[in-house]
């Protein structure tokens, strides 16, 4: 490995884009489908907990008469859900057809954009590859700590921009900037903040040399400590969820995952690879300067007794697009390097990657197939109570969960609304994350913090209503159809045995309340 220092392409030379062939794509379907045997997918999990009722309300909008507001205030700010219901209508396809189809063609496309960004850095073909390998099999590795993957198990408005900005990057460097900004545009379309930080990358790529100093010795200048937020009492309870945001209060291992891609990437910068072509020293160095930047805007907003107005703008998001760029640059140096045109190098470097992956995957979602394909039985109990309350409950009928349930066992992370298609009060899980971004707007605003109102304190009285859950009796449940208007409920067994039940399977029974 050479370590002589690169001479910098001018910004000013255009680079030229290389086709892809049928051989190319043969091999990216291949790499798609083994990203999809490591990484798994799941429907209904996570932030679909909030996209997926949204599209079901588009498609019948009988669905959720109750507390709709706690998915529809963040799903206005994107596109996702009305582009993802037009395909349903004007195909005719099923949703969760249609969504999987999503997952694997964002999962092609990202790698299709990985292999096309490989090759304005590296000229030999074992690069390329190693830079597609590498992203394949680290899509859902932790971006430190910012409760981020490269790209998630499921079809997220993330995994749509994260292609735009892919392919925005990759015009830019080839100064091809039109379909780059109408590229950009589509991005801001289903997620506007995480295009935004895109987009900031975009344009230092951009623009012409700037003398600094090494980029990762940028955070020497951050401030360090930081005292608890002092918010009022709604946002306290609400930011106690929400530490991703707050970097200063991650755990020093956290802070590892921000700056050892900074180095790397400053060190990589260095290099000039065996005929290597000029954007690498370029992309490494902006890239490094990037993320030096973006984590001293996030400690300056997080610093202090009382965080910025814009702390929830998380511009520590932007390592998920930096994780990328560094896994690919990674790959694309051991291909070239160490791997090489052996192919039992390939195999010893990547299986054992690929095996923690899947272990990773297992550990994280232990009672779900790998696979949740669709129109395949559920053979989780969670699930099963979901569907039944799916085939036989009214549609207006409204429902109480344990405000944490996603985190019990053997839920795996699944979403009430979207998979049993009724209204439920809030929960401590997802709905606050929908919650954090209605402070943050309110807050934009108002000079004093958020005050208890909208939103943020109906899901608070919710949140106080359900607080002891496990502890609940009879009339605890009938406070909640007084005060609430609740009908039925979810529970876990063993547990609360004074209410008829109309459904129980081993671990969970819904019971109507009298």
């Given at each position: 490995?050479?370590?002589?220092q690169?001479?910098?392409?001018?910004?000013?030379?255009p680079?030229q884009?290389?086709?892809?062939?049928?051989?190319?794509?043969?091999?990216?379907?291949?790499?798609t489908?083994a990203?999809?045997?490591v990484?798994?997918?799941?429907?209904?999990?996570e932030?679909?907990?909030?996209?997926l009722?949204a599209?079901?309300?588009?498609?019948?909008?009988?669905?959720?008469?109750f507390?709709s507001?706690?998915f529809l205030a963040?799903?206005?700010?994107?596109?996702?859900?009305e582009?993802?219901?037009?395909?349903?209508?004007?195909?005719?396809?099923?949703?969760?057809?249609?969504?999987?189809?999503?997952?694997?063609?964002?999962?092609?496309?990202?790698?299709?954009?990985?292999l096309?960004?490989?090759?304005?850095?590296?000229?030999?073909?074992?690069?390329?590859?190693?830079s597609v390998?590498?992203?394949?099999?680290?899509l859902t590795i932790?971006v430190?700590?910012?409760?981020?993957y490269?790209?998630?198990?499921?079809l997220?408005?993330r995994s749509?921009?994260?292609?735009a900005?892919?392919f925005?990057?990759?015009?830019?460097?080839?100064?091809?900037?039109?379909?780059?900004?109408?590229?950009?545009?589509?991005g801001?379309?289903?997620?506007?903040?995480?295009?935004f930080y895109g987009l900031?990358?975009?344009?230092?790529?951009?623009?012409?040399?700037i003398?600094?100093g090494?980029?990762?010795?940028?955070?020497?200048?951050?401030p360090?400590?930081?005292?608890?937020?002092?918010?009022?009492q709604?946002?306290?309870?609400?930011s106690?969820?929400?530490?991703?945001?707050?970097?200063?209060?991650?755990?020093?291992?956290?802070?590892?995952?921000?700056?050892?891609?900074l180095?790397?990437?400053?060190?990589?910068?260095?290099?000039?690879?065996?005929?290597?072509?000029?954007?690498?020293s370029?992309?490494?160095r902006?890239?490094?300067?990037?993320?030096?930047?973006?984590t001293i805007?996030?400690?300056?907003?997080?610093?202090?007794?009382?965080?910025?107005?814009?702390?929830?703008?998380?511009?520590?998001?932007?390592?998920?697009?930096?994780?990328?760029?560094?896994f690919l640059?990674?790959?694309?140096?051991?291909g070239?390097?160490?791997?090489?045109?052996r192919?039992?190098?390939?195999?010893?470097?990547?299986?054992?990657?690929?095996?923690?992956?899947?272990a990773?995957?297992?550990?994280e979602?232990?009672?779900s197939?790998?696979?949740?394909?669709?129109?395949?039985?559920?053979?989780?109990?969670?699930?099963?109570?979901?569907?039944?309350?799916?085939?036989?409950t009214?549609?207006?009928?409204?429902?109480a969960?344990?405000?944490?349930?996603?985190?019990?066992?053997?839920?795996d992370?699944?979403?009430?609304?979207?998979l049993?298609?009724?209204?439920?009060?809030?929960?401590?899980?997802?709905?606050?994350?929908?919650?954090?971004l209605?402070?943050?707007?309110?807050?934009?605003?108002?000079?004093?913090?958020?005050?208890l109102?909208?939103?943020?304190?109906?899901?608070y009285?919710?949140?106080?209503?359900l607080?002891g859950w496990?502890?609940f009796?009879?009339?605890?449940?009938?406070?909640?159809?007084?005060?609430?208007?609740?009908?039925?409920?979810?529970?876990q067994?063993?547990?609360f045995d004074?209410?008829?039940c109309?459904?129980?399977?081993?671990?969970?029974?819904?019971?109507?309340?009298?």
């Amino acid at each position: 490995m050479s370590g002589s220092q690169a001479s910098h392409t001018p910004a000013s030379e255009p680079l030229q884009p290389v086709s892809t062939t049928w051989r190319d794509l043969f091999i990216l379907i291949l790499l798609t489908i083994a990203a999809l045997l490591v990484h798994g997918y799941h429907f209904g999990i996570e932030d679909e907990a909030i996209y997926l009722p949204a599209i079901k309300k588009l498609l019948h909008p009988g669905l959720y008469p109750f507390d709709s507001e706690f998915f529809l205030a963040q799903t206005r700010f994107t596109l996702f859900d009305e582009m993802i219901a037009a395909i349903v209508r004007v195909t005719g396809f099923s949703l969760s057809w249609t969504l999987f189809v999503g997952y694997i063609l964002s999962v092609f496309l990202v790698l299709l954009g990985c292999l096309k960004l490989s090759r304005l850095c590296f000229a030999e073909r074992t690069a390329h590859w190693g830079s597609v390998a590498m992203v394949g099999a680290l899509l859902t590795i932790p971006v430190t700590g910012t409760a981020l993957y490269i790209l998630d198990q499921h079809l997220h408005p993330r995994s749509l921009s994260t292609v735009a900005v892919l392919f925005g990057l990759i015009w830019v460097l080839e100064k091809r900037y039109l379909p780059a900004a109408l590229v950009f545009v589509a991005g801001t379309l289903v997620h506007a903040q995480m295009t935004f930080y895109g987009l900031l990358l975009a344009a230092m790529l951009a623009v012409g040399p700037i003398r600094v100093g090494n980029g990762f010795l940028a955070l020497a200048a951050a401030p360090a400590g930081a005292n608890p937020p002092t918010f009022k009492q709604i946002w306290a309870v609400v930011s106690a969820t929400r530490l991703h945001h707050y970097p200063l209060k991650w755990a020093w291992y956290l802070w590892v995952g921000v700056i050892g891609p900074l180095v790397f990437l400053t060190w990589f910068s260095t290099f000039r690879p065996h005929r290597g072509v000029g954007c690498f020293s370029h992309l490494c160095r902006r890239t490094a300067l990037y993320g030096t930047l973006c984590t001293i805007a996030a400690v300056i907003l997080t610093a202090g007794s009382q965080p910025h107005r814009l702390a929830n703008l998380q511009p520590m998001r932007s390592f998920q697009l930096i994780y990328l760029i560094f896994f690919l640059i990674l790959g694309g140096l051991i291909g070239r390097w160490i791997l090489r045109a052996r192919p039992a190098r390939w195999v010893c470097f990547f299986l054992p990657i690929c095996f923690l992956m899947f272990a990773a995957q297992r550990a994280e979602f232990p009672s779900s197939p790998h696979i949740e394909l669709p129109g395949r039985a559920v053979s989780n109990d969670w699930l099963r109570a979901f569907d039944w309350v799916r085939l036989h409950t009214p549609q207006d009928a409204y429902f109480a969960l344990d405000p944490r349930y996603m985190y019990r066992r053997g839920e795996d992370n699944h979403g009430f609304r979207g998979l049993a298609e009724r209204s439920m009060m809030a929960d401590y899980v997802k709905d606050v994350a929908v919650v954090a971004l209605s402070v943050t707007a309110h807050t934009i605003g108002a000079a004093d913090g958020p005050g208890l109102s909208g939103l943020p304190l109906v899901w608070y009285r919710h949140m106080q209503a359900l607080h002891g859950w496990e502890h609940f009796k009879l009339e605890d449940f009938e406070r909640l159809k007084r005060e609430f208007g609740v009908t039925w409920v979810v529970l876990q067994k063993p547990g609360f045995d004074d209410m008829p039940c109309e459904y129980e399977n081993t671990h969970i029974k819904v019971c109507r309340i009298p």
